[in-house]
């Protein structure tokens, strides 16, 4: 099992400023990503209340649509220096700023010191985490509506991923995709008490909405 503290380091030296700045010129002429549009049709289609935790946000499209949709305040927790940058500057050219806080790191840890909300997102996150569980044990924590998008699983999801284990080798990084069972990461979240109320496909992603029941 990887160790988090230089997993994380990993991620950020990933998903440094120079792709952040990549994809905030892509949101800003073509709005989120298909798969984070996806994730919003979902939780526009039921009651997600005022406040939301982005874990793994990036720069920050989920919060951005969430605060120009009558929510309140959003909290950003994401392992990339980068990332928190470019979403800290959009808040403040949007005037959002009073709406938003961000923290560097990695969730698992910071959480004790977060107050609990109303919705948890995870977009494209448990799969750059070495143990989804932990990740998804501590959000049921904070929210009674987790939304998330990860991987396929199989043979054809398990050799990309041993591709991008081999390029992060020769990076000199760290950081390691990850690919989990799909019906692992169903039981987990029911084992946790939540029913999954929203599943759409957008190859090779799940995407997903639970409730607290």
């Not at 959002?96 to 109303?118: C, E, H, N, R, W």
């Not at 509506?145 to 990860?150: E, F, H, K």
């Not at 760290?174 to 799909?182: D, N």
Request: charged residues 20%; aromatic residues 10%.
């Amino acid at each position: 099992m990887a160790n988090i503290k230089t997993h994380c380091c990993g991620a950020d030296l990933l998903f440094d400023e120079k792709t952040a700045k990549k994809q905030y010129k892509n949101y800003l002429k073509k709005g989120p990503s298909k798969v984070t549009k996806r994730l919003i049709e979902q939780l526009s289609s039921q009651y997600i209340g005022k406040t939301l935790l982005d874990v793994g946000g990036g720069i920050g499209a989920l919060q951005w649509w969430f605060l120009n949709n009558n929510g309140d305040s959003t909290i950003g927790v994401d392992a990339s220096s980068g990332y928190i940058k470019l979403a800290t500057e959009h808040a403040v050219k949007s005037g959002l700023k009073d709406k938003t806080s961000y923290i560097l790191g990695d969730f698992t840890q910071a959480a004790s010191a977060l107050p609990k909300v109303d919705t948890l997102t995870l977009d494209k996150v448990i799969c750059c985490y070495p143990n989804y569980k932990d990740i998804l044990e501590t959000a049921s924590e904070k929210a009674n509506v987790i939304a998330l998008s990860y991987p396929m699983d199989g043979i054809i999801a398990s050799a990309f991923r041993s591709l991008g284990v081999l390029y992060m080798k020769v990076k000199n990084n760290p950081f390691r995709p990850y690919v989990h069972k799909v019906s692992e990461v169903i039981s987990t979240m029911q084992s946790l008490g939540y029913s999954r109320t929203n599943h759409n496909l957008s190859f090779p992603w799940n995407i997903e909405t639970y409730v607290k029941v």
